[in-house]
Structure formats: structure tokens, C-alpha cells
């Protein structure tokens, strides 16, 4: 599943807090309560929205609606309460771009809504959509957001799929066309878990292995480099990785983490934005 740093999910009370106050737009240091929402089971973060899947299939937004990534038919500005996504239920699945929203049901269908500019809402278009609209020739997929493009595992093979912004190679496919329909990652299979950056894409397959293709300027590829890939390249030195995530960087979380003693979090690309869990400002990592 998609991730949101502004955002945690109590499991057990069914709370949803956030960084920003419902009704509010003051800045808040701490999370505070979010009023009015009940057993929500997920929550994700899009470039400036707010998602949210409740028990029962449904799927709630709030934030920035100026591309239509809440999914309620319109494109008003600013939405500051919960408002339902538009035309979804028996949802299992859900995470956010930068400017559009994505959604598995329980079909296996997937759907996405919000910006569209580059084809990341997979429907074969460049034309925004407020409502959900499905991903062509997608079933049976974990899904992931990137910056302005669209990521999937699909089964069987364990296969990986994108669409979207390929400006830098982040589709995978040994190119740098956009493509408003999924295309096919070049030489990855075996893959249990996805992440999108803002213009790079990592993947973790099977045996723990990292691997990471797009933009590369900051490292963020993780291959001793700083050289754009189109298609995936190997991240140096990690094994039995278990979570990835990335923006314009990435990180790791090694399977460790399930043992007494801790585990191990690696780190590459970007230090300016101060994410990569060290105590000062040093030069990019590789």
C-alpha cells in the first residue's frame, strides 16, 4: 500500500490524526485528532490530498481538489472536511500522487482519479478526471503512487506495470515516451513490494533484493551512480529488505527489524530535505 508521512493510523482505536486540524489550516506541530471519521483501516498521503479507506469499502478524501484528486465530480480548490470519493465501493486498496488518487477493488479492478497530464490515471487519456475512472487492462495488483506516475505488481509472476510521466525512465520500459496505459517493466519479475518516488521507482523482490530505476540525479538509485536508468538497476549492498519508499530519495528497512535486536534502515539520495534519518547535513549519498 501507498504511505503518508503527515499521517498515522491507530489500528486499534480506529483514530485518524494528521498534522492538520479539521476545519483548520493552522499549522500543527503535533498530530491532532481528526473529527468525524470511524473505522477507517488505511490512510494515505497524494502531493497535497488526503485519503482515507474505511472498513466498509468506502474511500474519503480531503486537501487540494484542483485536478480533481478527491474524486467528488468537481475541482474546487480546497476541500477542509472529509468528503466521500465519488462512485467507489468494496475498495481493499488505496494510495496517492502528487495530483491524482488510485484505488483497487475487491474485483481486483483498478481505478484512479485526479490529474492526468501525463496518462498517470491509465485509461488510455490525457484529460483529467473528477471521478474515478478504471485503469485499462489492469486486474489482480498491488498498487503504488509516484510523483506523476502510476506503479503495479500484478499476478501471477509477480510482474510489475507503469504509466504515466517517463521523463526519466521511471516506467521501466527502456524508455522515456510517456504512456497514458500500463506498460510492462523490462527484466523484473518475482516482485513482493513497490514504491514510487517523485521520478524514480523501487522495487523489492523475493529474495530481499532492491532494485530501483528513473531519476537518478541524487543517487536515489542507489547503484553508485548518478545516472538515469529506464530500465531497473540493482540497489549496491542490500539483501532481505521488507519495506521501500522513496520521494527524492529512498529507503530500505531490512528484515531485522523483526528481531530483539533491531534492524537496519538504509538510506540514499537526496540530504537537503533532511529524511534520511541522520543527525546532520552531509553530501548526497550514492
Known sequence: MGSCN?????????????????????????????????????????????LVLKSDGT????????????????????????VQVS???GIIDITGGVSHS??????????????NGYGQLGNNSTTNSSTPV??????????????????AVKSPGSTVWAWGNNDYGQLGNNSTTNSSTPV?????AGVVAIAGGASHSLAVKSD???????????????????????????????????????????????SEVASDSGGVIASHGRWDWKLLLKGSENENQK
Open 208 to 254: 530481499g533484493t532492491v532494485w530501483a530505476w528513473g531519476y537518478n540525479n541524487s543517487g536515489q538509485l542507489g547503484n553508485n551512480s548518478t545516472t538515469n536508468s529506464s530500465t531497473p538497476v540493482q540497489v549496491s549492498g542490500l539483501s532481505n529488505v521488507v519495506i521501500i519508499s522513496g520521494s527524492y530519495h529512498s529507503l530500505a528497512l531490512e
Open 59 to 82: 474511500v474519503w478524501a480531503w486537501g487540494s481538489n484542483s485536478s480533481g484528486q478527491l474524486g467528488i465530480g468537481s475541482t474546487v480548490g480546497r476541500v477542509r472536511f472529509h
Open 184 to 188: 510492462q517493466v523490462r527484466s523484473i
Open 134 to 151: 478504471q485503469v485499462s487492462s489492469l486486474t489482480g495488483v498491488v498498487i503504488a503512487g509516484g510523483g506523476y506516475h502510476s506503479l
Open 87 to 89: 462512485s467507489l465501493s
Open 6 to 50: 503527515m499521517l498515522q493510523c491507530n489500528d486499534l482505536k480506529k483514530r485518524v490524526f494528521a498534522k492538520w486540524h479539521f476545519f483548520s489550516r493552522i499549522n500543527r506541530k503535533k498530530p491532532v485528532m481528526i473529527g468525524g471519521l470511524s473505522n477507517v483501516v488505511y490512510v494515505a498521503g497524494g502531493g497535497y490530498h488526503i
Open 102 to 115: 488510485l484505488a483497487v477493488k475487491s474485483d481486483g479492478t483498478v481505478w484512479a482519479w485526479g490529474y
